[in-house]
Structures are given as structure tokens and as C-alpha cells.
């Protein structure tokens, strides 16, 4: 990052890193009300070296994207020279091995000229922090960020002011103090009482910054709706996935969950139902056209980026559909329907070609049934969703049912009550499993490591 040499850790108010909240928005709010350095989520260095680095013209950002089209970091320039990036073991998994935590801080601080800092939490006796500090020191790190809590204790337990005093005293580089949301931080002036009582040099801020990033702003806390608007406003400018959003929101709501809007919140399944659940409907479109546009335009510039398919397109039937699952049945879908009619009319079953764009990762399928080919021209955010849409085209052009509410069709509800007889492992058993998985998926937690929010559903 340019100029991150110049990023100094004294008399600084940091955003803490923290799984599945730390993502681009809220660091950019954060930024907004006065933070002056901000952490990015715990990530896993493997991951990172798996990735490949992307520029994004559209949304002008850089991102990090995995093999699976998983953005797995993105930052931009306005966090530029005060984002800092986490790696490595989750939680405090190096405290035991205090060999390895030398060899990986001298191993970068030697390989790299940007400024190497590490987050530790206390040990069972002040004796073997302080030595483990001083070793840590003797790497050349720029500054330590010292979580006043042993790594068995919550946040329920009282933060170590004292701990993290006698680290301050002891060492020569900053110290940052972490660890006093709720105990001694609720409110601006809090945090400057909480570098006073453990002598730090600046002080970093988690859950009292998770639950309003406007804890950073010398006037004061704004109020929570104000917040939460905002900070939707930049996951939906940024694309941040609407799972990490919802779960970022939630954490702001709290004890508001199960108020009207909490529930609304709960009940939202996409960033367009999040914003329609805070008032911010007509933004969503607005953003959303405009995004297009950047696209296209950039698209104009750059055939070469558009990905589309190297066959001859002359011959395929096109629309400009998408498809939304809400208005559908939970157990229906255009997919189910075109294949239930090749079925009956004894055609081979329908074959989708996908590609993705390399510009902007989006998706665009094109069905093939009884030779003709047929194709939506909106490119979407998924696979699975550019299939469905290719198959409304089939359907509509050829004035079949697509399972819309409201619509009938006799054929598929008898297959539906024939189910039971059917063999579990046979193919019309696997056909209607997959889209009642999709429309059911329940909230999945981003770092989870087994299946990333990041995707679309």
C-alpha cells in the first residue's frame, strides 16, 4: 500500500480486527467518524496465496479472489495507508509457540518495507508476557496491540488495564491498548480515560465499535438508525455479499432484533430486501443502475473483457429477464418446469453452457432444448441464477408455465405428491432436492470454512 510507511501507532484511535465484521464498509465508516488506522478481518495466509489479484475497474477496488470467485479481500483508495492487514493463526493460536512467533515477524519485518504489528493476548503470569513481549520487540515490529484478557477469557471477564501498563513500561515501540469495550469504553471520551489507565500509546476498539462505529467521533454517537443507513449505503455501493451485511447489522441492532425492523432485518435474503427493510429501496436502484452503467461503459471500452461465448450467437433467442426467487414457489422453479416438459414431450434434457466475465465474476448461461439455443442478456451473480434465467427465456418463448406464483401447472404438483414412491437416489429425487436447498439455505456465518457467504446462493 503506497505511503504505509509513513503510518505511525502513537496517540492513534484503531478499528480492532474482528471475523466477519472487519469487511471494506465498515472499516470505510469507521474511517468516516474518525478512526484513524482500521484492521481489516482475521484472514488465513493460505487463502490469500491462493488468490489472485484483481483490479476492479467497476467498483474501483482491488480485490483478492479465490479459486472459487470468492472475494476474499477488497480495499480501496480511500483506505489507503490506514488499512492494515491481518494474517495467520485465528484467535491467539501462536501463544504457546513464542519460537514461531519470532520466526514469522522477523521473517516479514526483513521481507517487506511496509510496518509489521502483532495482536497478543496476556499469558497466566505477568513474568512470561513481559518476556514474551521483549522477544517479540527484538524482531523490529513497529508496535504490539495487547488484548488485556488471558486467551481462555471473555469478554464477561475485566480487562488487565494493569497487564497492559506494565508492557507499556516495559518496551519502546507503541503499545496498543484492546480489550475495553463495554467495561471502559461506551462513549468517545471513554477511549482517552482507557490510554490514561494502561499508559498505551494508542488504543484499539472492537465490540464498542461493532455495535456503533461512531464511537470514533469526538461529538459523540450518532444515532443507530443514521448509522446502520450508512454503512448499507457502502455494502451495497461496494457489493459486500448481503450475508456479511445482515450479520454486521444484527450486531448493531442487538437488543432491537425483535423489534418491526429487527425482524424485517431477519427476514431479508437479499441487499435489495435489506435496504427496502431500512427505507433505502429507491437507493438500492439507483446504485444498481449505476453500477450497470460503469459496467457497460467499461465494457465499450474493453470488448475483450465482456467474456461472452466464442460460438455464433446469430441463432440463439434472447430476453432480458432475471430470475427472482421471490416470486416463485419455495418449490418450484423455471429449471424444474422446462425439465418436467422436455420429460413429457420426450426431448433430451435441456443442457446449460455458463461463462463467466472476468471484468465483474458475474455469470450468463445458455439453454439448449430440441436444438434451439436460448439465452438471457443480464448477466448475474451466480451460476445457478444465470441458469434459471436462461431457462425463463425458453419458457417464455415458448409460453410454458415457469412456476410463478399464481401458476398452475397440473404436471408438476402430480410429480410433487408422486414423490414418496419415487427411489430417493433417482434423478427427479435430485432434481427437486437442489432448488429446495437453495431457497431454504439458512444464514451462513462468514469464516465459517466450509462454505463461504461470499457466493451467491
Not at 279 to 285: D, I, R, S, T, V
Not at 375 to 386: I, M, V
Request: a neutral charge; aromatic letters at 6%; proline letters at 6%.
Amino acid at each position: 500500500i503506497e505511503h504505509s510507511l509513513s503510518l505511525c501507532y502513537h496517540n492513534k484511535l484503531i478499528l480492532a480486527p474482528m471475523v466477519r465484521v472487519g469487511t471494506l464498509p465498515m472499516r470505510l465508516l469507521a474511517l468516516d467518524y474518525g478512526a484513524d488506522i482500521v484492521y481489516c478481518e482475521e484472514l488465513i495466509d493460505l487463502k490469500m496465496l491462493q488468490c489472485k489479484r484483481v483490479v476492479n475497474e467497476v467498483l474501483s477496488t482491488v480485490d483478492f479472489v479465490a479459486p472459487d470467485d470468492r472475494v476474499v479481500f477488497r480495499t480501496c483508495k480511500r483506505e489507503q495507508s490506514r488499512v492494515v492487514f491481518q494474517m495467520g493463526g485465528m484467535g491467539a493460536a501462536l501463544l504457546s509457540d513464542p519460537d514461531k512467533i519470532e520466526k514469522i515477524l522477523s521473517t516479514l519485518v526483513k521481507g517487506t518495507r511496509r510496518p509489521v504489528t502483532c495482536k497478543i493476548r496476556i499469558l497466566p503470569s505477568l513474568e512470561d508476557t513481559l518476556s514474551l513481549v521483549k522477544r517479540i520487540e527484538r524482531t523490529g515490529i513497529a508496535a504490539v496491540a495487547v488484548h488485556g484478557r488471558k486467551r481462555e477469557e471473555r469478554p464477561q471477564h475485566p480487562v488487565s488495564c494493569e497487564a497492559i501498563r506494565a508492557i507499556a513500561e516495559t518496551l519502546s515501540i507503541p503499545v496498543i491498548a484492546n480489550g475495553g469495550s463495554h467495561d471502559h469504553i461506551q462513549e468517545y471520551l471513554d477511549i482517552e480515560d482507557f490510554r490514561q489507565a494502561t499508559a498505551a500509546s494508542s488504543v484499539m476498539v472492537a465490540r464498542a465499535a461493532m455495535w456503533n462505529p461512531s464511537i470514533f467521533l469526538k461529538e459523540g454517537l450518532r444515532p443507530l438508525e443514521e448509522v446502520m443507513q450508512k454503512y448499507i449505503r457502502y455494502a451495497v455501493q461496494y457489493e459486500n455479499h448481503y450475508t456479511n451485511t445482515k450479520y454486521c447489522l444484527c450486531q448493531m441492532l442487538r437488543e432491537q432484533l425483535e423489534s418491526p425492523q429487527g425482524r424485517l432485518l431477519h427476514a431479508a435474503q437479499s441487499s435489495q430486501e435489506i435496504c427496502e427493510a431500512f427505507g433505502l429501496g429507491a437507493f438500492y436502484e439507483e446504485m444498481t443502475q449505476e453500477l450497470n452503467a460503469r459496467r457497460a461503459e467499461f465494457l465499450a471500452r474493453t470488448p475483450e473483457a465482456a467474456g461472452e461465448p466464442a460460438e455464433d450467437t446469430s441463432g440463439i433467442i434472447k430476453m432480458a429477464v432475471k430470475f427472482d426467487r421471490r416470486a416463485y414457489s419455495p418449490q418450484i422453479t423455471p429449471k424444474m418446469c422446462l425439465l418436467e416438459w422436455c420429460r413429457r414431450e420426450k426431448l433430451a434434457q435441456p443442457v446449460y453452457d455458463t461463462v463467466q466475465r472476468p471484468l465483474d465474476r458475474l455469470f450468463c448461461s445458455v439453454v439448449t432444448v430440441a436444438e434451439q439455443k436460448y439465452q438471457s442478456t443480464l448477466w448475474d451473480k451466480s451460476k445457478k441464477l444465470a441458469e434459471q434465467a436462461a431457462a425463463i427465456v425458453c419458457l417464455r418463448s415458448r409460453g410454458l408455465p415457469e412456476g410463478r406464483l399464481g401458476e398452475e401447472s397440473p404436471s408438476l404438483h402430480k410429480r410433487k405428491r408422486e414423490a414418496p414412491d419415487q427411489d430417493p437416489g433417482g434423478p427427479r429425487a435430485q432434481e427437486s432436492a437442489v432448488p429446495g436447498k437453495l431457497c431454504k439455505k439458512p444464514f451462513v456465518a462468514l469464516g465459517s470454512g466450509e462454505e463461504s457467504p461470499l457466493e451467491g446462493w
